[in-house]
């Protein structure tokens, strides 16, 4: 069989290897379209966010009958489209568990200590603080510790943001739609979650049920100055809703990722209370690790079967 590598930037030569035991490799040519690279495939290995499979491009690969995609969620793939033509698909869960879990902690810190903020004022003159200037009062922050921070969703990334949460002296409350048998922290209410929290940390999957989960209404909610952190989809929050919320300080501030579809004029960029990252959280060697020893068990137990 023919399996078609559309993205490969995390298989190593022993990754790839493996893969070769179980069928020919084809790798899409420079200046040559998708659809001569997977016409004769019964497997793709892709990445949607780099390459795009829609249906008029699918259409093309009449022998396709398994799709590997290295994302933790499969909303980028034609999923309707798939099931007609009964192909089977795979996603990598939770290769980058840990790494965004971190990322979650680390933007916390980054948020409330004002570190990004900090910075660029030292770059742009230096100084060292003084607390007797009133204008140097602006850079006061405050410690986590017994401060309370809001966990919806409770997958294995909300689990560990918890975990390390706790580490760091953190009262943690959660919302999940169903309960996890936990009692290390209190299951809440979501209302009482957003009212509550001075820190709220969003780690839900993308589906039909939790597009725009944080709606005006849930974002009206979140108590006064608290912060947000959603390093997992723009789709789950109300966009303009969030835009307003954080111009007028409403809510403190934000850590968001930047999503392909975003455009230089995206006015969340102009919020000096806002943290981007390049839709990089999850982006770690041990990711990348995992990423491909799950894809490659993945096209191994296709085989076996």
């Not at 795979?90 to 980058?96: E, H, R």
């Not at 957003?194 to 725009?212: C, F, H, P, Q």
């Amino acid at each position: 069989m023919q399996i078609a590598i559309l993205n490969q930037y995390f298989l190593e030569r022993e990754h790839l290897g493996t893969i070769e035991k179980e069928g020919k490799i084809i790798f899409p040519r420079r200046g040559a379209s998708i659809r001569n690279c997977i016409q004769d495939a019964e497997i793709i290995i892709v990445d949607p966010f780099i390459t795009l499979l829609d249906t008029k491009v699918l259409d093309s690969a009449k022998k396709l009958k398994y799709i590997v995609t290295t994302t933790t969620s499969t909303e980028m793939l034609p999923m309707d489209y798939l099931l007609s033509r009964k192909i089977r698909v795979s996603n990598v869960p939770s290769y980058a568990a840990n790494a965004v879990a971190e990322s979650s902690i680390g933007m916390m810190l980054a948020l409330t200590r004002k570190i990004v903020e900090i910075n660029s004022s030292v770059r742009e003159k230096l100084f060292v603080i003084d607390p007797a200037k009133p204008k140097q009062r602006e850079l006061l922050t405050f410690e986590l510790k017994n401060k309370t921070l809001g966990i919806i969703g409770l997958g294995k990334i909300g689990m560990k943001v918890a975990r390390y949460a706790k580490c760091l002296g953190l009262n943690v409350i959660a919302y999940n739609r169903s309960k996890k048998n936990v009692r290390s922290f209190k299951q809440l209410p979501l209302e009482t979650v957003l009212k509550r929290s001075d820190i709220i940390s969003l780690n839900l999957a993308v589906n039909s049920e939790t597009i725009g989960f944080l709606s005006k209404k849930r974002l009206d909610q979140i108590k006064p100055g608290a912060y947000l952190i959603n390093l997992a989809s723009d789709k789950l929050v109300d966009q303009n809703a969030l835009y307003k919320a954080l111009k007028s300080r409403k809510i403190a501030g934000a850590a968001l990722e930047v999503f392909p579809e975003w455009k230089n004029d995206n006015p969340l960029l102009k919020l000096d209370n806002v943290i981007f990252t390049a839709l990089t959280a999850w982006y770690t060697k041990e990711a990348l690790e995992n990423m491909a020893e799950t894809v490659v068990s993945n096209i191994t137990n296709y085989a076996k079967r």
